[in-house]
Every structure is written in structure tokens, then in C-alpha cells.
């Protein structure tokens, strides 16, 4: 069972425009939503995180909106760069047996484009 | 934040070989996380490896094909043992702190 599910799969977004990936999780026990951001052959990194009492939070050009009512969160870079060009995953974990246990979603490939 | 180091950070090996991945973390942890990375895809939690005691798995993924050795708070190896094809991944040692933080990870191809 796919507990985050992610969208789109692959994302072209031209330089200085706004990259969106979307989230929605089932599992209503997880309490810590953080996005990974993963260069090839690199180990994935953690990007920004949010808990599900606030709404939104914001760090530099990266942005999650929160919807506890729907279940969903959404990751949004503005002023998309080259640089930014990267796999990122969502992720939902709550506690299991004394410790975090994180879901990754399926991840997005992000291609910014110049 | 942590800082983690894994090697080898790439190997080709032959099918039915095994090899062993270490993974230091810069200061102690309860807890660490082993996880696979197949091509292209999402991150699947292989063993959450605890000092002193076995390490707990995955549906899927079993002992005898992942060992994992948990001697201290700051160190830990997985196994992969009678490699074939389908082992071809990345592998990727974790621990906890405030947030899951990754090591580069271990990218192994079999022939």
C-alpha cells in the first residue's frame, strides 16, 4: 500500500518560474512532513520540513503548503534555477515502535531549464 | 544535521560474490537505517539496525540475504550477500536526528 503518493513524476519548468510538487498521504499518525532533495550520485538531503499544525513555512526560495483537512502538502520553488535541478521525494513519518518511521513518495525529477 | 560516511561509495561485483558497506556516523546514535534505492525509484527501508541487539526488517528483506552488524553507537555494516542482477542499487545509510539525514550512499552494480 502507497502511503505518500507524489505527482508529477517529471517536471521542465523554465529558468526563474515556479516548480510545484504535489503530496497527499493516507496515514492520518504522521506528524513530520520534510521534502529530499537528491543529485545523482549523491545520498538524498533534507530540504525543508514542516509539522502538521501550521499551514505553511517558508525557507529562502522553498516553500510547503500544508492541508491537514485533505491530507496533502506541496513543495514550491520559486525563482527556479538551474541549480535546483534535482530529484526530490516528499516524505510522511510518525512514530512506530519507539521511533520515526519515514515513507518516501515516488519522487519528482525537476529540469529547470535556462 | 549529521555527517555520515559510507564506503564503498560504488563497486561492481559478480554475481553470487557478497559485499560488505560500512557506514560511520560522525557521533552516537541509537539508531540507524539502511535503505535501498533501485534505479530510478523511491527509497525502501531495508533494516533499522540497533546497538546491541538484532537488527529488525523490512517485509521483504531478510537476514540472510541483508546481514547487519551493529558493534557501536557510530558504526554499522550491511551485507549483501549471493548478489545477483536484481541487487543492482543504491544503498544508503541513515540515522535520525531531528530528521532523517542520508549518507552519498553505496552504488552497486552486478554482473
Known amino acids: 500500500q502507497q502511503q505518500v503518493k507524489q505527482s508529477p513524476q517529471s517536471l521542465i519548468v523554465q529558468k526563474g518560474g515556479i516548480s510545484i510538487i504535489n503530496c497527499a498521504y493516507e496515514?492520518?499518525?504522521?506528524?513530520?512532513f520534510p521534502w529530499y532533495q537528491q543529485f545523482p550520485g549523491k545520498g538524498p538531503a533534507l530540504l525543508i520540513a514542516?509539522?502538521?499544525?501550521?499551514s505553511e513555512k517558508k525557507e529562502g526560495r522553498f516553500t510547503i503548503s500544508f492541508n491537514k483537512s485533505a491530507k496533502q502538502f506541496s513543495l514550491h520553488i520559486m525563482d527556479s534555477q538551474p541549480g535546483d535541478s534535482a530529484t526530490y521525494f516528499c516524505a510522511a513519518s510518525g512514530n512506530s515502535g519507539g521511533y520515526q518511521k519515514v515513507t518516501f513518495g515516488t519522487g519528482t525529477k525537476l529540469q529547470v531549464i535556462p | 544535521s549529521a555527517v555520515i560516511s559510507q564506503k564503498p561509495s560504488r563497486d561492481i561485483c559478480q554475481r553470487g560474490t557478497s559485499l560488505t558497506i560500512q557506514c560511520q556516523v560522525d557521533s552516537q546514535v541509537t539508531m540507524m537505517f539502511w535503505y535501498r534505492q533501485q534505479p530510478g525509484q523511491s527509497l525502501t527501508l531495508i533494516a533499522t539496525a540497533n546497538q546491541g541487539s538484532e537488527a529488525t526488517y523490512e517485509s521483504g528483506f531478510v537476514i540472510d540475504k541483508f546481514p547487519i552488524s551493529r558493534p557501536n553507537l557510530t558504526f554499522s555494516t550491511l551485507t549483501v550477500s549471493n548478489m545477483s542482477p536484481e541487487d543492482s542499487s543504491i544503498y544508503l545509510c541513515s540515522v535520525y536526528r531531528g530528521g532523517l539525514f542520508f549518507g552519498s550512499g553505496t552504488q552497486l552494480s552486478v554482473l
Open positions: 514542516i509539522r502538521p499544525d501550521v
Open positions: 496515514n492520518t499518525a504522521f506528524d513530520y
